[in-house]
């Protein structure tokens, strides 16, 4: 034991990040949770990202002792190589850049333009800050915060709001600044400023004292945006603008920044409306609430007009899919990949119509004798082919005939680009449930014909940089920043299909769905088979191009791609429990009734038109 320990401390000198990936066993990683799981942070990633040493005083950091926190001192007597620098940096010092330059966009009207017209009012993005306030705990991870001036603001823009950031990963945020282009007054000076909060009284670690500041607006305009001091000064008025009610949209929070206990905590913002059609803009910034004060005080901004002059052509969509087209990788063992719809109908798929089970026909390659619109009524369904053999085969699916299909959809009033990228499976396997020590396969629970899943990439219209990665989950799913993601081949962010399950997730392991003693096990790793999602595409709706891209039949088919359950849930339960020990198996009963349906695979699932992220948003279940 203790020379594994040992082994392990060497280990961790070498190689300084090691410590949760490399130096311990998977298995380490089944006491989390599932949610627990992802919203652990990566280790530093980005070594191409320069450090923040002019932006940020690092000497000001004093960074905690990583072996101190332990409280037993180490059984041996080796120097601590952190000790004498003391110098392992916050993730924050590191700013996150994209593995790879982007490329030059194809010509175009506003994509990549710099800056986005939203009707009188102009707006840019701002990614480069100075430090005015940091505190060293609290927040995710424990690592604290930091508070930025946005620096950098191109002639005739003005500041809206700060920037925050928790500690615990790259520097990689951006904020808007806005210029009031008509010269009609969509910008004007608060009349005061009120002081939100102030660390002076907070016994925690920081550097110096912050005050945060909003802005009191004039009639007519709101605030959408903090301002953050490091001395009790009241800051200048034309420090920060605010915005003409018109160019605003209501803003909920998004992810928790940092906080101490009720009396302070600080989140990310994001509109409360968002979906294809819906106008308004996040604005990068944060909203401090004190006491646990509910109703937000901060505005987001809006495209007042709907200018969609800023969303790419398809030219700049094929070069966005170039460069950030996801790999998707499969596990090991898994045996029922993904192939195209076209495969699917060609191979035998069946469509059954309700009240004719006995007469099922065969789908043509581009499914235009499916049914189109019409709800999910049940009345008609698709199935594999009915003999065993062919069943067996098309349930596999064929890689090299795998096809993304892609949705370009404008987001936050068309300042951002969400390419949903779509992979058809004919058929989803059995789940493996971990039961305390026992790993059970759960009969036909979670098995279903017909699996869609999807991964999207978020796209900043502005300039074109990848933002983030959504990575779908049973319905719901996780959305990543960046500066979080794994990428190889330049910039394309990699993605990790499940065992049999197909969920996407952003790194390997195992996750559990449910809590640390018993779940659905979603297993990842990176085999050798993978999907570039770039190299055989086709984008099957982008409504703002118009008709430019031809929907094919099938993706109007609003009906389940897969049979319902043929099977009892009662039957598998009885015939898992024969394997565990008595006083498991209520426990493990109890469990599976607990599932959404759509984990346990009790309903055939929905082609992606039908769902409710064609036209809205993902569902974050992160936050
Ligand atoms: C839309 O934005 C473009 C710049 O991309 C600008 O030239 C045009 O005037 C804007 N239209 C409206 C209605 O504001
Ligand atoms: C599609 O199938 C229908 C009936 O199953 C048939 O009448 C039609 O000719 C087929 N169309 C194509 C393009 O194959």
Redesign the pocket.
């Known amino acids: 034991m203790k020379v594994k320990a040992f082994l392990c401390f060497v280990f961790l000198l070498l190689v300084p990040l090691c410590g949760t990936s490399a130096g311990s066993s998977m298995e380490n990683l089944e006491a989390k949770n599932h949610w627990n799981r992802l919203n652990e942070r990566p280790p530093l990633r980005s070594t191409q990202g320069s450090t923040m040493e002019n932006l940020i005083d690092v000497s000001s950091f004093s960074i905690p002792n990583p072996f101190k926190k332990k409280d037993k001192p180490l059984p041996f007597a080796i120097p601590n190589p952190f000790k004498k620098k003391d110098m392992k940096p916050l993730p924050i010092e590191t700013l996150f850049k994209l593995p790879s330059l982007l490329p030059s966009w194809p010509q175009g009207?506003?994509f990549a333009?710099g800056i986005?017209?939203?009707?009188?009012l102009q707006v840019c993005q701002l990614s480069t800050f100075s430090k005015v306030w940091a505190t060293r705990e609290g927040g995710p991870d424990n690592l604290g915060a930091t508070f930025f001036e946005p620096s950098s603001v191109p002639d005739g823009f003005s500041l809206l709001g700060f920037y925050s950031q928790s500690n615990n990963r790259p520097l990689s945020g951006w904020v808007l600044a806005g210029k009031d282009a008509k010269k009609e007054g969509a910008l004007k000076e608060p009349i005061d400023y009120t002081l939100v909060w102030s660390s002076q009284s907070l016994k925690i670690k920081q550097d110096g004292v912050g005050y945060i500041w909003l802005p009191t607006p004039p009639d007519g305009y709101k605030a959408v945006g903090h301002i953050v001091t490091s001395s009790p000064e009241k800051p200048a008025l034309n420090k920060i603008l605010c915005v003409r009610s018109d160019f605003t949209d209501s803003s909920e929070n998004d992810a928790w920044i940092w906080g101490a206990g009720n009396d302070i905590n600080v989140y990310s913002t994001i509109p409360s409306v968002r979906g294809i059609q819906a106008m308004g803009i996040p604005t990068g910034t944060f909203i401090a609430q004190t006491n646990g004060a509910a109703g937000s005080t901060l505005a987001c901004l809006k495209n007042a007009?709907a200018?969609k002059?800023?969303l790419p052509n398809s030219n700049q969509v094929k070069a966005l899919i170039q460069a950030y087209s996801p790999r998707i990788y499969f596990h090991p063992d898994e045996n029922y990949f993904p192939s195209s719809v076209t495969w699917f109908f060609k191979n035998g798929a069946l469509l059954y119509t309700k009240g004719q089970e006995s007469n099922p026909v065969a789908i043509n390659s581009t499914g235009s004798n499916l049914p189109s619109g019409g709800g999910n009524d049940g009345a008609y369904w698709i199935d594999l082919p009915i003999d065993d053999a062919e069943k067996e085969r098309v349930k596999k699916g064929d890689l090299q005939d795998a096809n993304a299909y892609l949705q370009v959809k404008p987001m936050f009033g068309a300042t951002f680009t969400d390419i949903a990228v779509w992979i058809f499976y004919p058929f989803n396997g059995p789940a493996k449930a971990k039961v305390e020590f026992f790993d059970v396969y759960l009969g036909k629970v979670g098995e279903h014909v017909g699996d869609w899943e999807h991964v999207t990439l978020r796209i900043s219209n502005f300039n074109g940089e990848l933002k983030g990665v959504y990575f779908s989950q049973h319905n719901k799913g996780v959305w990543m920043d960046a500066s979080e993601l794994e990428f190889e081949n330049g910039n394309k962010p990699v993605a990790y299909s499940s065992l049999h399950g197909h969920a996407s997730y952003p790194k390997p392991g195992l996750v559990l769905l449910g809590n640390g003693n018993i779940g659905i096990r979603g297993d990842t790793a990176k085999g050798k088979i993978f999907l570039d999602t770039g190299e055989k595409f086709s984008v099957v709706n982008a409504d703002y191009m118009g008709s430019v891209y031809e929907e094919p039949p099938w993706l109007n088919y609003a009906r389940k791609w897969g049979p319902k359950l043929s099977y009892k849930i009662e039957d598998e339960i009885k015939s898992v429990d024969k394997v565990l020990p008595g006083k498991l198996q209520t426990k493990f009963d109890n469990f599976v009734w607990s599932l959404p349906k759509e984990v346990l695979g009790e309903d055939g699932p929905i082609g992606p038109k039908v769902k409710a992220s064609w036209l809205g948003d993902e569902i974050n279940l992160q936050n």
């Open positions: 009207e506003g333009s986005i017209d939203l009707g009188g007009k200018n002059t800023a």
